[in-house]
């Protein structure tokens, strides 16, 4: 056993240097603000170069290309390895917090999730409020997408990586010749798009440190914000209108963004289906549900419905996270709506979360062909979407995956009851922490948070997140037996 995990934590020991670096950013904010993490975040940096160091020492024998195997397991090992030194800060700094709510909170912000179990935001040190922030950030392009962009200066190749922690179903393509170059446009597009945002909340009225902060959380679609109230502290229209955009952006493929970019054209988004169907179903569903509540009096003209609606159908829908509203208070079936599209509305190869819209056209055309089958059973019906044929194979992968999605939310639902939550509260917490979105209902609503769950429940709530992140396969195979087989 020894022997075949040598080398993939040799290769995670270098990763590890380069996640300290990543820690010198809230020790500048901390020294910039002159607040009292400084040090918590030094040391931190410190204990992460020694242990690396340390490790790298023992390990270095074993060096060798990794394989395809080798690939997911250090996916997962690095994530759960840097959510336990990302909680560190939190758990030396928090007086009285326990290390479940540490490693809670650094989960959700590297998963993007954005589930909290802290209060009293608004009094954080800044230096720790960007460091919950900059996780949403990293973890939204995916820290082995920033790992592959620089792995050829420290010696690895990153093409299994890549595939282990991309979403969607099209793990094979490429935008340059060199998975380096290709994770170095994802990374130049998402910079991009950070920047311009943060500037436009600067612009809004937001403070540099809340633009900065916000800006990364929503292209990075984590949900976290630096106050208690969420957006709704700013009861900003302005405000609410660029995060909505934002999130929009960071819910579209950045391979899309990238041929926008290259072709100076919309035309990229106009020929995916993927975009399209987004779009449409975000529309229409914000339009129904503001007017039903407008209809039901539930806000007291059509501006209001829609402006509440509108957001956070569009952050929840996308696996975003904020809310500028208390949606818990909403009419049942409006709510479970939303929190049903986000399984669906995130693009493929996005910062969201979710099943991603591609798959879900896949199962609705093939079902679509299926039903034609039964009608004309010697009919040659072919599967196209965006002009390419989908494979009986690819078609049949979206359904395993499907199903085991699925049933990974009604298993978590049923152990999330058994530990005491009601149905409707285990329900949208399982379905917020795969999808990535954070918020769900009942205690774990925008009026309430994950701290009122019992330690047991968020460590569940923790391992959904990973989960979904990962997109399940790619922790579940590391539990079978084959896996470890030579």
């Given at each position: 056993m020894y022997y075949k995990l040598a080398p993939i934590i040799h290769v995670l020991s270098r990763l590890g240097f380069v996640f300290s670096l990543l820690l010198l950013a809230p020790t500048f904010v901390s020294y910039l603000y002159q607040d009292a993490a400084f040090w918590v975040f030094a040391d931190t940096a410190a204990a992460t170069i020694c242990a690396s160091g340390i490790i790298w020492l023992i390990t270095r024998s074993h060096q060798r290309e990794l394989r395809t195997r080798d690939g997911f397991t250090l996916v997962f090992l690095l994530w759960v390895g840097f959510a336990v030194v990302a909680s560190l800060p939190f758990y030396w700094y928090l007086p009285g917090i326990s290390y479940t709510d540490a490693f809670f909170e650094a989960i959700s912000g590297l998963t993007t999730t954005g589930a909290t179990v802290f209060t009293n935001l608004d009094s954080f040190p800044p230096s720790l409020n960007f460091w919950r922030h900059l996780l949403n950030w990293v973890g939204g392009m995916g820290i082995i997408v920033l790992a592959v962009a620089i792995l050829p200066m420290i010696g690895v190749g990153g093409t299994q990586l890549f595939k282990a922690e991309i979403p969607g179903i099209h793990k094979d393509s490429k935008l340059a010749p060199r998975i380096s170059q290709t994770a170095k446009n994802l990374w130049l597009i998402y910079v991009f798009f950070t920047l311009i945002t943060c500037l436009a909340l600067r612009l809004a009225g937001m403070s540099w440190l809340d633009a900065v902060c916000h800006a990364m959380s929503c292209i990075g679609l984590g949900g976290f914000s630096t106050h208690d109230q969420n957006i709704a502290y700013f009861d900003s229209v302005p405000i609410e209108m660029i995060l909505s955009v934002g999130s929009i952006i960071a819910a579209i493929s950045f391979t899309n963004h990238y041929y926008a970019f290259r072709q100076r054209s919309l035309?990229?988004?106009?020929?995916?289906?993927?975009?399209?169907?987004?779009?449409?179903?975000?529309?229409?569903?914000?339009?129904?549900?503001?007017?039903?509540?407008?209809?039901?009096?539930?806000?007291?003209?059509?501006?209001?419905a829609l402006r509440f609606v509108g957001f956070n159908f569009i952050s929840i829908g996308l696996a975003n996270g904020y809310a500028n509203t208390d949606f818990a208070a909403w009419p049942l079936p409006v709510s479970l709506?939303?929190?049903?599209?986000?399984?669906?509305?995130?693009?493929?190869?996005?910062?969201?979360?979710?099943?991603?819209?591609?798959?879900?056209?896949?199962?609705?055309?093939?079902?679509?062909?299926?039903?034609?089958?039964?009608?004309?059973?010697?009919?040659?019906?072919?599967?196209?979407i965006n002009g390419m044929h989908i494979a009986e194979r690819t078609a049949m992968t979206v359904l395993v995956f499907?199903?085991?999605?699925?049933?990974?939310?009604?298993?978590?639902?049923?152990?999330?009851?058994?530990?005491?939550?009601?149905?409707?509260?285990?329900?949208?917490?399982?379905?917020?922490?795969?999808?990535?979105?954070?918020?769900?209902?009942?205690?774990?609503?925008?009026?309430?948070?994950?701290?009122?769950?019992?330690?047991?429940?968020?460590?569940?709530?923790?391992?959904?997140?990973?989960?979904g992140r990962l997109e399940i396969f790619t922790v579940f195979m590391l539990f079978t037996p084959a896996y470890w087989r030579k």
């Open positions: 035309n990229a988004y106009r020929r995916d289906s993927e975009v399209r169907v987004m779009i449409t179903t975000l529309i229409a569903s914000i339009i129904a549900c503001a007017l039903y509540l407008w209809h039901k009096d539930f806000y007291p003209d059509w501006s209001h709506w939303m929190f049903f599209l986000a399984n669906i509305l995130s693009n493929a190869g996005s910062a969201g979360g979710g099943l991603k819209t591609i798959r879900a056209i896949v199962l609705f055309k093939f079902s679509l062909r299926e039903m034609m089958l039964l009608l004309h059973p010697n009919a040659v019906h072919t599967v196209k499907t199903a085991v999605y699925f049933l990974t939310i009604i298993f978590a639902t049923f152990a999330l009851m058994a530990t005491g939550l009601d149905f409707v509260t285990a329900l949208t917490a399982a379905t917020a922490c795969i999808t990535n979105a954070g918020p769900g209902l009942g205690s774990v609503g925008p009026a309430g948070s994950y701290a009122e769950l019992a330690a047991v429940q968020k460590w569940l709530c923790a391992a959904v997140m990973l989960l």
